[in-house]
């Protein structure tokens, strides 16, 4: 997909019209663009008092070339999704972030689930005690993993009601970053993901909050 078949399709799964934005770590590193959604707070009039919830979603780390493919042999890319509570710029900055540590070895660390990025949020704000990163399949959506999946067939135009698939094409999902502290990154390398997800469950910690 192109960037403006990609922003059609982030409108489509985000929770409400977004914005968009061009952003960079910092200059000499890679430009990302970004689609951004705040939800909840003041303008929300089922929960005016919920706090601002942002949502943001890459819309062209799809180019980083990763290496993957589907069981059906599909060339598999990646967009990151984030979602923060209070601090409106954090997720656009830290999907940024994640998209730019990928790209510089997306072999080494492949955008897969369970992909650990320690120290990302150093790189949006030092102060951030959430600064480690995770990539988990999203739990945003109740109908699992969103996907395209783009195929070239035979013939110019593909006319007529036969289709002869000449390549398995492109399939594109979406992974969601979440952040853990120093005490849930060292329990997630020491002890494994399914420990550390499951203490998190049972503290019923609020993974959105990135300053927790």
Do not use: C
Request: net charge negative; aromatic share 6%; hydrophobic share 40%.
């Amino acid at each position: 997909m192109n960037l403006k078949e990609t922003t059609y399709w982030a409108s489509d799964l985000l929770p409400g019209e977004p914005t968009t934005t061009t952003r960079r770590v910092v200059q000499g590193f890679p430009e990302f663009t970004v689609a951004e959604v705040n939800i909840g707070g003041p303008g929300d009039p089922d929960d005016p008092t919920a706090p601002v919830e942002t949502v943001a979603m890459t819309l062209d780390a799809a180019r980083i070339e990763p290496g993957l493919v589907t069981e059906d042999g599909a060339d598999l890319r990646v967009e990151f999704v984030t979602v923060t509570t209070r601090h409106s710029r954090a997720a656009a900055d830290l999907v940024t972030a994640a998209a730019t540590m990928i790209a510089q070895d997306p072999h080494q660390r492949s955008p897969q689930p369970g992909l650990l990025l320690p120290d990302l949020g150093w790189h949006v704000d030092e102060s951030m005690t959430a600064k480690h990163g995770l990539l988990i399949p999203p739990f945003l959506w109740e109908d699992g993993v969103p996907h395209v999946h783009e195929v070239d067939f035979g013939g110019r135009h593909g006319g007529g009601t036969s289709q002869d698939w000449t390549h398995p094409g492109r399939m594109t999902v979406v992974a969601q970053l979440v952040m853990l502290t120093d005490g849930e990154y060292s329990a997630a390398t020491s002890q494994g993901l399914g420990v550390v997800q499951q203490q998190l469950l049972d503290a019923g910690t609020d993974l959105n909050d990135v300053w927790r």
